[in-house]
């Protein structure tokens, strides 16, 4: 588990395929790994990803089909510069909100532009995604905590403050470019619990819809 507070900016240095999924490093000289041993989690651009050797300045670590499927890592190229998060620990404070590092969908930067001091993106989420986005609530953007300012429909605003624009990757971000997204996990249970005994049926069946919220008084 993370909080989506980014504690150090990593750069990709070396990607290896690995019958049919990937091997790759991360180089970081600002992420203290001290503390760290194999086995251990770290987010990477949102993606919790595990240790499986460390360098001295960064670590190595697998990447499943599974994540490539539904990640932007089959984007990555070396000298990307990725967002880091160590897993917290009881002692972590918790700045941001619950992540998981589970990715949902990969959005995309639709528009950004100088407000003030701060800095206004706007990116569009899968639609599947929108449900659980929320005015006023968190999500993750490439391992990022941050509150949503506006929503239209699949797609949302963020105003950046001048420190989360120099301590992340954010400041990269171009008109286009692709985004790890996770929403908060208490949506995503939330709308497990509201289907009740239903949650047992097959897939096709017990999707929320407006007739079974009605029914049940939400809607």
């Excluded at 503390?35 to 499943?64: K, P, R």
């Excluded at 959005?107 to 929320?134: C, M, Q, T, W």
């Excluded at 429909?153 to 008109?175: C, Q, R, S, W």
């Excluded at 939330?190 to 049940?216: H, I, P, V």
């Amino acid at each position: 588990m993370f909080t989506g507070i980014i504690e150090a900016v990593g750069q990709v240095v070396a990607l290896q395929p690995k019958n049919g999924d990937l091997r790759l490093r991360i180089k970081s000289l600002s992420l203290d790994l001290a503390d760290l041993g194999l086995g251990d989690s770290i987010a990477t651009n949102g993606v919790c990803l595990t240790v499986v050797e460390l360098t001295g300045d960064g670590y190595w670590a697998d990447v499943s089909r599974e994540t490539l499927d539904n990640t932007t890592l089959p984007l990555w190229k070396v000298g990307l510069r990725v967002n880091l998060e160590k897993a917290l620990t009881p002692q972590t404070r918790l700045g941001g909100h619950i992540v998981s590092g589970h990715v949902d969908g990969v959005g995309e930067v639709v528009s950004r532009h100088a407000d003030a001091r701060s800095e206004r993106f706007r990116l569009r989420a899968p639609k599947a995604l929108a449900k659980y986005i929320s005015h006023k609530g968190s999500i993750t953007v490439d391992g990022a905590s941050l509150t949503v300012n506006k929503i239209d429909g699949a797609e949302f605003e963020l105003n950046i403050v001048p420190h989360t624009i120099e301590h992340t990757t954010m400041g990269d971000y171009k008109v286009g470019s692709s985004v790890n997204l996770e929403v908060d996990v208490l949506a995503r249970y939330l709308e497990r619990l509201m289907l009740g005994d239903k949650a047992a049926e097959s897939e096709g069946q017990s999707g929320l819809t407006m007739e079974f919220l009605a029914k049940n008084g939400f809607a």
